[in-house]
Structure formats: structure tokens, C-alpha cells
């Protein structure tokens, strides 16, 4: 069974300042999402992440994805208070009817 | 273009109740997807549909709930009876094709059941 851990569960942020969170997953996968819920709101989609190295970055955040180590990063740059939601990532089976499987969400807070 | 529809919003209704939602898909997605997410935890695949097929229905509970997508379009998902432990947000997602491209949420629909 796929399982998907993400740490921390909570991240207070000083706004300027650079932070990581992470997401690791036990069983091999190709494929690995992440994505933006603000309270309240739906899953909004941010990166998708297909192959071992892949990088993808958009504004301030940067995510990245090593198959070997079975983790993927997401590296903020410069907070600032627009980036306060929760963020979740989801790895995807193998196999012809994969489905995703999310993690629990890494809710980060950005102060001034 | 239009995003995934859900209704309704919101729902309240008491254990043994029945309920049902209903989504409306990006057109031309041929893959649908249910999730339950649990207050402070991410969603959690209950039913995948492509087309009107069922791909994916092992973690439905299905003593209760059942899950249907007519035409290969719209679908309803159905509780009966509810729960106290159903509370949560139901959330229809959909996809172009295959399982390997990004879903697409709707605004998820509600559910306290008291």
C-alpha cells in the first residue's frame, strides 16, 4: 500500500525568509503532484512532476522530485503572506488504473 | 472554460439520513474522480470513473455509499445511511484522459451529520 508522509504537519514562516518542506513516499512511483488548498477552497494544482530530476518552478516556489530517494521537496523563496494555505502533495501508483494517494498537508504560515 | 460543478455547497442532515451530491465534469474529461477528505487530512479516493465505467471503487463503503456516472458525464454520489463519522468534504475532481495527467477539482460540497 502507497503511503505518503509529509513534514512538518506545520509551518510558521517568517515572511522573506527561504523554507523547505518535504514529502516522502513508500513505494514506487512515477509520477507525484502538488497542490494548494486555501481554507475553505478546493485543490488548486501547482506542480506536476514526472521523471527522477524534474524541476518545476513557479514565482516563489520551487519543486522537485528524486524517484530513488522516493522524495520531493518544495522550496520557498523570499514568503510572503499570499503563500499562507495548506499544501499537499499526492504520489500516484503505478499499474494501468492508478489512482493518487495525498498526504496529510503541510499547513504554513506566513507572519510579518 | 468552465471549471468541475458540485452541488449543493453545503449539506447538514442527521445519522440515517440519506444524501446525495452531484458533479458536473470539465467537458470532455473522460476520467472522474470522488474523494472524502476528513477535516485536517489530504482527500482520499473513494470512486474513479472513466468514461461510465467503474475503474476504481476499493476504498467505497459500499454498505452505503454507491456512486454513479450516467452518460459518461455527470455523476452523483450517494450515502445511505449517513454516519456521524461521514462528516466531511466530498470533493469531485476530473481528468482529460488517462490517470497520468493533472485532475482538476471542483469546490467540494460539505456534509455534517449530526
Known amino acids: 500500500e502507497l503511503k505518503v508522509e509529509q513534514n512538518p504537519l506545520f509551518l510558521s514562516m517568517q515572511e522573506g525568509k527561504n523554507y523547505t518542506i518535504y514529502c516522502n513516499y513508500s513505494?514506487?512511483?512515477?509520477?507525484l503532484y502538488w497542490y494548494r488548498q486555501d481554507p475553505g477552497k478546493s485543490l488548486e494544482s501547482l506542480f506536476v512532476?514526472?521523471?527522477?530530476?524534474a524541476v518545476k518552478q513557479e514565482g516563489r516556489l520551487m519543486a522537485s522530485l528524486d524517484t530513488k530517494a522516493r522524495l520531493s521537496t518544495l522550496h520557498i523563496t523570499a514568503a510572503v503572506h499570499d503563500l499562507s494555505a495548506t499544501y499537499f502533495c499526492a504520489v500516484a501508483s503505478t499499474g494501468a488504473n492508478s489512482k493518487l494517494t495525498f498526504g496529510k498537508g503541510i499547513t504554513l504560515s506566513v507572519r510579518p | 472554460e468552465a471549471g468541475v460543478a458540485q452541488s449543493p455547497r453545503y449539506k447538514i442532515i442527521e445519522k440515517r439520513q440519506s444524501v446525495a451530491f452531484w458533479c458536473n465534469p470539465i467537458?470532455?474529461?473522460?476520467?472522474l474522480y470522488w474523494y472524502q477528505q476528513i477535516l485536517g487530512q489530504g482527500p482520499k479516493l473513494l470512486i474513479q470513473f472513466q468514461n461510465n465505467g467503474v475503474v476504481d471503487d476499493s476504498q467505497l463503503p459500499k454498505d452505503r455509499f454507491s456512486a454513479e456516472r450516467l452518460k459518461g458525464v455527470d455523476s452523483t454520489l450517494k450515502i445511505q445511511p449517513a454516519k456521524l463519522e461521514d462528516s466531511a468534504v466530498y470533493l469531485c475532481a476530473s481528468g482529460p484522459k488517462t490517470p497520468s495527467e493533472t485532475q482538476y477539482f471542483g469546490p467540494g460540497t460539505r456534509l455534517l451529520v449530526l
Open positions: 467537458s470532455g474529461h473522460a476520467t
Open positions: 512532476l514526472l521523471s527522477n530530476g
Open positions: 513505494t514506487t512511483s512515477d509520477r
